[in-house]
């Protein structure tokens, strides 16, 4: 009974570092995007069903992708004064149980598909595709940033494909909304790292363009997603709600690029975790309104 409980109790404690390895909580950057493809795709509230296994599809994914970027990146992390203090670098967890835990996130995610439709199944693994790419990508390519664009940008697009089964414009423009609002948000954050990228002979927009030109590139992949998420408004005939939701939207990632002016990281923080929080929650609750209103 002892040995049982022990098992459990180191079980549990595995499962809470890993949760805590992958940032779980941080969902909620791509989970309302997904809600919104959704929401536009069923032109009002999707059924129980179709939300419940969106969601998991989404924790699927998520963890799954999380889960691979740590443990390709142990040994990288472990050199990086800023992440040598994650779990798999400071032996909190092994890189067995993570591959157990990658898995099973991975089976989540293709038997979500699978319950939601034939093409979101058929799918899947191109999104896999995507998820183990970007792991790879900074050792030979300054790209790395747009491919965490395109995995994210898959959340209001896979909800769409649950929705209607098909692929259609608006979520098209939708998506590539999400992928430069991540890929601009990514690259600020990757500054960073810019002198230990630099040293460790790893590829970044940050390492390719300096400070200050990476900051003018995230201003103006931000006003790409401005740009498409007003042409999308345009494109669905949607209303007031939507248009105050993206005004909205529009003074926090001007927020955000104040706080990191002159490139200055003390408030990283704040601008990363909590404005994109709130943007993405923004976009989605003024949608959902005007969808409904």
Not at 77 to 85: C, G, H, K, V, Y
Request: proline share 3%; charged share 10%.
């Amino acid at each position: 009974m002892h040995e049982r409980t022990a098992f459990s109790s180191g079980s549990l404690q595995k499962i809470r570092i890993f949760l805590e390895m992958i940032k779980f909580s941080h969902t909620v950057f791509a989970l309302p995007f997904a809600f919104t493809g959704g929401v536009l795709a069923a032109g009002g509230l999707p059924t129980f069903y179709q939300l419940f296994w969106i969601v998991m599809a989404m924790v699927g994914a998520r963890t799954a992708a999380m889960g691979l970027n740590r443990m390709i990146d142990a040994e990288i992390d472990a050199e990086n004064p800023r992440t040598r203090s994650r779990a798999i670098p400071a032996g909190l967890i092994g890189k067995g149980a993570v591959i157990v835990f990658i898995l099973l996130a991975l089976a989540l995610m293709l038997y979500s598909a699978y319950r939601l439709n034939t093409l979101c199944l058929y799918l899947s693994p191109i999104a896999v595709f995507f998820l183990v790419l970007y792991s790879y990508c900074k050792r030979f390519t300054s790209l790395a940033h747009i491919v965490l664009g395109i995995c994210l940008a898959g959340a209001p697009v896979g909800a769409w494909i649950a929705i209607r089964g098909s692929v259609d414009l608006p979520v098209i423009v939708l998506g590539l909304a999400v992928l430069f609002w991540v890929a601009g948000f990514d690259i600020l954050y990757a500054l960073q790292d810019l002198e230990f990228d630099r040293q460790r002979g790893l590829h970044s927009i940050p390492v390719k363009l300096g400070a200050n030109g990476t900051l003018w590139a995230a201003r103006l992949f931000h006003l790409a997603m401005v740009a498409l998420l007003l042409f999308l408004g345009f494109q669905l005939g949607l209303g007031a709600w939507y248009g105050m939701g993206l005004a909205a939207t529009s003074g926090m990632l001007l927020y955000e690029h104040w706080l990191l002016r002159g490139g200055n990281l003390e408030k990283i923080d704040a601008a990363f975790l909590n404005m994109n929080g709130y943007i993405s929650v923004t976009i989605f609750a003024f949608t959902l309104l005007d969808v409904l209103f």
